[in-house]
């Protein structure tokens, strides 16, 4: 079981980036490498959807078709940290960041279903307004 938590998160012009961080607490001998993980996001009154994911050793990534070519996934596994640089940020980027860790250390597919993860962290606000 690992505990996650999203941080990076404010208040953006149009045109601006910002760097979320997810650092995950792995327990139960659990090696974070094994797992890919991802992120997913929320805007107020629309269900959560994918954003992107990676693998466990971070080099094979998957974008969903409204952030690709502005946002980049990374991962540190030394840190166990995952990234996700936003740049361009648009007005409809706007809402809560969720990262997310796979249910088991499964073969990467890049297929952006939530139902692949098992563990959320509590959310990070991204605002894009001028």
């Known amino acids: 079981q690992a505990q996650l938590a999203e941080s990076g998160g404010g208040l953006v012009q149009p045109g601006d980036s910002l760097r979320l961080s997810c650092v995950a607490s792995v327990y139960s001998g659990r090696a974070l490498s094994m797992y890919s993980m991802g992120w997913f996001r929320q805007a107020p009154g629309k269900e959560r959807e994918f954003v992107a994911e990676?693998?466990?050793?971070?080099?094979?990534?998957y974008y969903a078709a409204s952030v690709r070519g502005r946002f980049t996934i990374s991962r540190d596994n030394y840190k166990n940290t995952m990234y996700l640089q936003m740049n361009s940020l648009k007005p409809e980027d706007t809402a809560v960041y969720y990262c997310g860790i796979f249910r088991a250390p499964v073969f990467f597919q890049g297929r952006g279903n939530e139902h692949d993860y098992g563990e959320w962290g509590q959310g990070t606000q991204v605002t894009v307004s001028s």
């Open positions: 990676l693998n466990g050793n971070g080099d094979n990534t």
